[in-house]
């Protein structure tokens, strides 16, 4: 099994940045694809961006050239960098791990086994 704790959240201006973490606990880490989503309430959990266990990327079209996602297998650890926050960003984000995952489906929710308890994001204007 496979724990994963999110940080890094909090208030930022519109245009600013905020790096969220994950870290992660469990075997075998390195085999393991990782995502982040993001939920608003009342909506569904969307999705953000993945690093597959290789290191190929894949973001939502609604960040993409804003947010950066990395990782860091010796430290069992992920990153999301946000630049350009806007107001729209403003949500849950929530870390994720999926072994096995086909990445043809890389944004289906379903497909990830393992998730964090989220961490707030908010965007001011």
């Known amino acids: 099994q496979v724990q994963l704790v999110e940080s890094g959240g909090g208030l930022v201006q519109a245009g600013g940045s905020l790096r969220l973490s994950c870290a992660a606990s469990g075997r075998a880490f390195n085999l393991y694809a990782m995502a982040w989503f993001r939920q608003a309430p009342g909506k569904e959990r969307e999705f953000v961006a993945v690093?597959?266990?290789?290191?190929?990327?894949y973001y939502a079209d609604s960040v993409k050239g804003r947010f950066t996602i990395s990782r860091d297998n010796a430290k069992n650890m992920g990153y999301l960098q946000m630049n350009s926050l806007k107001p729209e960003d403003t949500d849950i984000y929530y870390c994720?791990?999926?072994?096995?995952?086909?990445?043809?489906?890389?944004?289906?929710?379903?497909?990830?086994?393992?998730w964090g308890q989220g961490t707030q994001v908010t965007v001011s204007s």
């Open positions: 690093i597959s266990w290789s290191g190929g990327t």
């Open positions: 994720a791990v999926g072994r096995g995952l086909d990445m043809r489906y890389y944004y289906r929710r379903s497909g990830y086994d393992y």
